[in-house]
């Protein structure tokens, strides 16, 4: 029972260049989030998605795509990536019972220059 | 406005003390719920504690508890007896249902470094 696996962990983009980070859950998760980490800012949503074939913007969801084609997969895209979207991107699933807490990927480390 | 607020953007405790990280919520919600996580320097992101909004009760969970004050909209983590390895980042969120979907909020958090 791998939880939630996130790739790639570490990447650095020219100004740009677009890119796909891969969330994968084994949980059977319905939820799952994308959220950026950001020094002194917390947890920001960026989109989510509430069951497969399914996805809404967050907080913050300029300059990404996301896509849930499967249910255990979450994808997000930087069509074109900015220096502004150097982050730790953390990867989230969830299941639908209020108590359920998220469960968190390791992270991936994003460098734009 | 800020849903979540952590005051608190770095605290101090000595090893075997017991310490308490501040976090305030505001929410127009009546069922919704309170998460603490742990993140050390390594980076991963530790569930640590749930609060439901009805439950009566304090939760705890090991060394760690919630003082949950719902009419002040306070849940603040309490950790007893301090280990040097609880230095790491903590983070207060709320989970709440809008437009029939459930999202978290996240605070900015509070670093805690124990002294030995």
């Known amino acids: 029972n791998a939880g939630v696996t996130q790739t790639p962990k570490f990447r650095v983009l020219k100004t740009g260049q677009s890119m796909t980070l891969l969330c994968a859950q084994d949980m059977n998760h319905e939820y799952m989030y994308w959220y950026r980490q950001d020094p002194g800012m917390g947890l920001r949503l960026i989109h989510y998605s509430v069951g497969e074939g399914t996805t809404a913007k967050g907080e913050v969801p300029d300059g990404y795509n996301v896509s849930r084609l499967k249910k255990q997969n979450f994808l997000l895209g930087l069509e074109s990536a900015a220096p502004s979207q150097t982050s730790v991107y953390f990867c989230a699933s969830a299941g639908p019972i209020g108590t359920d807490t998220q469960y968190f990927g390791p992270g991936t480390r994003l460098t734009v220059l | 406005a800020q849903k979540i607020t952590q005051t608190q953007p770095g605290m101090f405790v000595q090893e075997k003390e017991a310490v308490t990280l501040d976090c305030t919520y505001d929410t127009s919600d009546q069922s919704y719920g309170l998460f603490w996580y742990k993140q050390p320097s390594s980076g991963e992101m530790i569930f640590l504690i749930y609060?439901?909004?009805?439950?009566?009760q304090n939760a705890t969970e090991g060394r760690y508890s919630l003082n949950f004050q719902k009419a002040r909209k306070s849940a603040n983590l309490v950790i007893s007896a301090s280990q040097l390895g609880d230095s790491a980042m903590y983070f207060c969120?709320?989970?709440?249902?809008?437009?029939?979907?459930?999202?978290?909020?996240f605070g900015t958090g509070t670093r805690l470094k124990v002294l030995a």
């Open positions: 969120a709320m989970r709440e249902r809008t437009s029939g979907t459930y999202k978290y909020i």
């Open positions: 609060q439901g909004s009805y439950d009566e």
